[in-house]
C-alpha cells in the first residue's frame, strides 16, 4: 500500500485547508488511520487518529473542535478537514495507517504501530 498526500498550502489564519491521502494498491477496510504533524524545531506529534470502523477517534487538545478526520473507503482516500487555522498549526502533515484485526478499536496518536506513511506535506498559515 501507498499513501499520496494532498491538499496542503498557505492559508491565512481562520482559513480551512482539507488534507487527502489516497491509498493505492489497497484499500481501508481494517485500518486504523492518523494524521501527524512536525513543525520546525519540534518533534512530530500525532494529531488525530480514527479506529478501523471510524468508531473511535482522538485528537490532540490543539485541534479540538477545529479538525476532523475521516476516510472515504471507495476512493480510498483519508481526509483531514482543518478549520478554523492558526500560525501554530503550520508544520509539515504526515498520513499514516495500520493494519487491524476486524472489529479492532485501536486509535493511537502515537507513532509507533503504524504500518504505512503517506510522504509529508507543508501547511502554512500566516497573515
Known amino acids: 500500500v501507498q499513501l499520496q498526500a494532498s491538499g496542503g498550502g498557505f492559508v491565512q489564519p481562520g482559513g480551512s485547508l482539507r488534507l487527502s491521502c489516497v491509498a493505492s494498491?489497497?484499500?481501508?477496510?481494517?485500518?486504523?488511520i492518523g494524521w501527524f504533524r512536525q513543525a520546525p524545531g519540534k518533534e512530530r506529534e500525532g494529531v488525530s487518529c480514527?479506529?478501523?470502523?471510524?468508531?473511535?477517534?482522538d485528537y490532540l487538545d490543539a485541534v479540538k473542535g477545529r479538525f476532523t478526520i475521516s476516510r472515504d473507503y471507495t476512493k480510498p482516500t483519508v481526509f483531514l478537514q482543518m478549520n478554523n487555522l492558526k500560525p501554530e498549526d503550520t508544520a509539515v502533515y504526515y498520513c499514516?495507517?495500520?493494519?487491524?484485526?476486524?472489529?479492532?478499536?485501536?486509535?493511537?496518536?502515537?507513532?509507533?504501530?503504524?504500518?504505512?506513511w503517506g510522504q509529508g506535506i507543508q501547511v502554512t498559515v500566516s497573515s
Open positions: 494498491g489497497g484499500t481501508l477496510d481494517f485500518y486504523a
Open positions: 499514516a495507517i495500520r493494519k487491524v484485526l476486524e472489529g479492532s478499536n485501536w486509535c493511537s496518536r502515537g507513532e509507533l504501530g503504524y504500518d504505512y
Open positions: 480514527a479506529s478501523s470502523t471510524d468508531g473511535v477517534t
